[in-house]
């Protein structure tokens, strides 16, 4: 859980997304199924970033299609900006200050 919070807490903020840390934590064990101490309600926004961290490892035999990819900058754009629009695969690295191909 410690992991998984604090690289979370760090990829987001080299997007330039805050998170919180307690949010983070009772989300993860929720999704995960883990009883765990001070569980807090967690924003929208922390939701869609779990999600998100999750998906990979939780699915990690479905195909790394661009539709999947695109769903992640989908979620991730509206984590940063609190909405969820469409993000098509052209904007996956442009959005924000920082453009970068996508490996």
Same mark, same amino acid.
């Given at each position: 859980?410690?992991?998984?919070t604090l690289d +979370?807490?760090?990829?987001? /903020?080299?997007?330039? *997304? *805050?998170?919180? =840390?307690? /949010?983070?934590?009772? +989300?993860? #064990?929720?999704?995960? $199924?883990?009883? *765990?101490? $001070? =569980?807090?309600?967690? +924003?929208? =926004?922390?939701?869609?970033?779990? /999600?998100i961290i999750l998906?990979?490892?939780?699915?990690? !035999?479905?195909?790394? +299609?661009? !539709? @999947? *990819? %695109?769903?992640?900058?989908?979620?991730? %754009? #509206?984590?940063? =900006? $609190? /909405?969820?629009?469409?993000? %098509?695969? @052209? !904007?996956?690295?442009?959005? $924000?200050?920082?453009?970068?191909?996508?490996?």
């Open positions: 859980m410690q992991t998984l +979370s807490l760090r990829s987001a /903020e080299t997007e330039d *997304i *805050i998170l919180h =840390q307690d /949010e983070l934590r009772s +989300s993860f #064990a929720r999704r995960l $199924g883990l009883e *765990i101490s $001070g =569980q807090v309600h967690t +924003s929208p =926004q922390v939701e869609r970033a779990v /999600e998906d990979p490892a939780l699915h990690y !035999d479905k195909p790394l +299609s661009a !539709d @999947r *990819i %695109s769903g992640w900058y989908t979620a991730l %754009s #509206a984590a940063d =900006q $609190g /909405e969820m629009r469409k993000v %098509s695969a @052209r !904007d996956w690295r442009g959005h $924000g200050k920082r453009t970068s191909p996508v490996h």
